[in-house]
């Protein structure tokens, strides 16, 4: 089983950029779809987007679509999220997820047994 970390995120302003990044240990990590999901104050864990094992699909909540990509680069078991045209709407804790999903199932929380530490993402108005 791989275990994920994460890493950036931190303090941007309303339309800025940030990058997240989130790496895998272990040999098996193309074979693992791969998912963010983020919370907000006071709110569930929430989809964000998800990648299939060799990136050739991707998904996206209708609230990021346009502004967020999702990549993944599995010579250094390492997944992406660019964020552009942030907004505070878009202010939680960031979180990248391991499992094994296609289609819908891509995003549901209960499809990744196994998820990073989690990262701030902070967007100021």
């Known amino acids: 089983q791989v275990q994920l970390v994460q890493s950036g995120g931190g303090l941007v302003q309303a339309g800025g950029s940030l990058r997240l990044s989130c790496v895998a240990s272990g040999r098996t990590f193309n074979s693992y779809s791969m998912g963010w999901f983020r919370r907000a104050p006071g709110k569930e864990r929430a989809f964000v987007a998800a990648i299939r094992y060799i990136g050739d699909v991707t998904y996206y909540a209708d609230s990021v679509k346009g502004r967020f990509t999702i990549s993944r680069d599995n010579d250094k078991n390492t997944v992406y999220l660019q964020m552009n045209s942030l907004k505070p709407d878009d202010t939680a804790v960031y979180y990248c997820?391991?499992?094994?999903?296609?289609?819908?199932?891509?995003?549901?929380?209960?499809?990744?047994?196994?998820w990073g530490q989690g990262t701030q993402v902070t967007v100021s108005s």
């Open positions: 997820a391991a499992g094994d999903c296609s289609g819908y199932e891509c995003y549901a929380v209960g499809r990744y047994p196994v």
